[in-house]
């Protein structure tokens, strides 16, 4: 067979599957219990008919022995024959002792079993012989060569139509029961995928439309239900996904929207009418500021992206972290001598975290520049970094405004600006905080917050220590 005609092969459903399985394993029971059966007869069958021939064998050989000659009571035994209703016993007695050796038989032995078909061996036992009309016999010789011989055999016609009409009636039985196991398969089978069917139901009609649509899980079998409890499971994470997709993607346009329209604006009012120099140069400068929103918009999606992406690699090293923290510090002390603030390092010389350099000094950076924009003169940032047994934890602190409790649960939410209009006149687009929330998952560690209104916030990050990154 062709890979391509094996390829074309529709597999079995389940249902069909059950069926064979329900099917074969009820008739294979049945097909077992009525052999056994059967060969338990016909074992039977054979044990007494051996039983009774050889003990008429040796009963006849007893009274021919305890007699000299031919007597009548011996030919009387012996032209009898014997045995039960349904078996006929053949007789031939054959007496070497004395000067003149007799024989006598059953009458009818002759035609029916020739001399020669008997065993010549005395220890062979029972054996069958078919006769030239079709009767089946069972013969047995027992005795002395020099002495009484005694041939036997008994007729077992009656037993083997017996057995042909048992064989005969249990194929009937074996017929009708395969029909009635593979039609009682077939409903079984039936009855236990019609819970699968209203799975795969419901799975048909759930689209980007209906997402909110779940398996209703009452009355299902319990391997069925942990299969629905966790295709629900599974929906409900798409549905998040797809909600966050769909305003990641409002909020991408709206975010392009704005300084493309600017850009678009300032160059129709230039090309508007004839201007001077100095004014087409405040018109590219306000163009060059756009477009540098836009560069640190696309930056900041660009990044996010790839550090959703299971597969990107993050490149690790072991970095001490006071001395980053102070790195950071000296690069925003200018900007916080000028906003009256003050800024400070509180870290242990010896903590070592293993991360990206990098990625970890733009998290504090996005911290401290919030931080900075959210404090008034006269306040105060600072960043701590202390040992956990299970992570290094990194504090950003600021005694600023705060954020509302309605505010919390979003603000590491791409796009999400506590203050709508501040933010929109500093030019930030709302995905700092969601950049830092990013690099810290990145390196299997966690972002937090706390805050109160005109008290300040805090920030942690926890990074894990290298054998928990390993881990994960």
Not at 67 to 78: A, I
Not at 178 to 192: F, H
């Given at each position: 067979m062709s890979s391509k005609t094996v390829a074309n092969c529709r597999p079995w459903s389940l249902a069909l599957r059950l069926t064979v399985w329900y099917a074969g394993s009820a008739f294979s029971l049945v097909a077992l219990t009525t052999g056994y059966l059967y060969f338990a007869l016909v074992g039977q069958l054979v044990e007494e008919d051996d039983e009774w021939l050889t003990g008429k064998a040796a009963e006849t050989r007893r009274v021919a022995e305890s007699?000299?000659?031919?007597?009548?009571?011996?030919?009387?035994?012996?032209?009898?024959?014997?045995?039960?209703?349904?078996?006929?016993?053949?007789l031939r007695v054959n007496d070497a002792r004395g000067p003149v050796p007799f024989a006598v038989e059953t009458p009818g032995l002759s035609a029916a079993v020739p001399t020669h078909a008997f065993p010549d061996n005395l220890t062979t036992g029972v054996r069958d012989f078919r006769s030239e009309n079709g009767r089946l016999y069972r013969l047995h010789v027992e005795g002395d060569p020099a002495g009484v011989i005694v041939r036997?055999?008994?007729?077992?016609?009656?037993?083997?139509?017996?057995?042909?009409?048992?064989?005969?009636?249990?194929?009937?039985?074996?017929?009708?029961?395969?029909?009635?196991?593979?039609?009682?398969?077939?409903?079984?089978?039936?009855?236990?995928?019609?819970?699968?069917?209203?799975?795969?139901?419901?799975?048909q009609r759930i689209g980007p439309a209906r997402l909110g649509e779940r398996i209703d899980t009452r009355g299902l079998p319990a391997e069925v239900?942990?299969?629905?409890?966790?295709?629900?499971?599974?929906?409900?994470?798409?549905?998040?996904?797809?909600?966050?997709?769909?305003?990641?993607?409002?909020?991408?346009a709206h975010e392009l929207r704005n300084p493309v329209n600017n850009l678009r604006g300032e160059v129709e009012v230039a090309l508007g009418k004839d201007r001077t120099p100095n004014e087409y140069r405040d018109v590219l400068g306000s163009c060059l500021e756009e477009c540098g929103r836009l560069g640190r918009l696309i930056d900041g999606l660009l990044f996010l992206a790839r550090s959703e992406n299971p597969g990107a690699e993050l490149r690790t090293e072991?970095?001490?972290?006071?001395?980053?923290?102070?790195?950071v510090r000296e690069f925003f002390d200018p900007v916080a001598t000028e906003a009256?603030?003050?800024?400070?390092?509180?870290?242990?010389?010896?903590?070592?975290?293993?991360?990206?350099?990098t990625l970890f000094q733009r998290a504090v950076a996005n911290l401290v520049?919030?931080?900075l924009a959210h404090t008034p003169t006269g306040g105060t940032v600072t960043i701590v970094a202390t040992h956990e047994p299970a992570a290094i934890r990194v504090?950003?602190?600021?005694?600023?405004?705060?954020?509302?409790?309605?505010?919390?649960?979003?603000?590491?939410?791409?796009?999400?600006?506590?203050?709508?209009?501040?933010?929109?006149?500093?030019?930030?687009?709302?995905?700092?905080?969601?950049?830092?929330?990013g690099i810290v998952e990145w390196h299997g560690g966690s972002v937090s917050a706390v805050s109160k209104l005109g008290t300040g916030t805090t920030v942690t990050l926890r990074f894990p220590h290298p054998k928990q990154m390993t881990k994960t």
């Open positions: 007699r000299t000659g031919d007597s009548p009571d011996l030919r009387r035994l012996v032209e009898t024959g014997g045995g039960r209703a349904a078996e006929r016993i053949y036997a055999a008994m007729d077992r016609t009656e037993d083997e139509e017996l057995l042909e009409g048992h064989r005969r009636r249990l194929s009937y039985v074996l017929v009708v029961s395969l029909v009635v196991c593979s039609v009682g398969g077939y409903r079984l089978a039936r009855q236990g995928v019609r819970p699968i069917e209203g799975v795969t139901a419901t799975a239900s942990d299969l629905a409890g966790t295709f629900n499971a599974m929906l409900g994470r798409l549905e998040d996904a797809f909600n966050r997709l769909s305003r990641f993607s409002a909020d991408i072991p970095v001490n972290v006071a001395t980053e923290l102070v790195a009256g603030l003050t800024l400070a390092v509180d870290a242990s010389p010896d903590l070592v975290v293993q991360t990206d350099r520049t919030n931080a504090d950003v602190r600021d005694t600023g405004e705060g954020i509302s409790n309605n505010d919390q649960p979003h603000i590491f939410d791409r796009f999400y600006r506590a203050d709508k209009v501040r933010t929109s006149s500093t030019g930030r687009v709302g995905l700092g905080l969601a950049i830092v929330k």
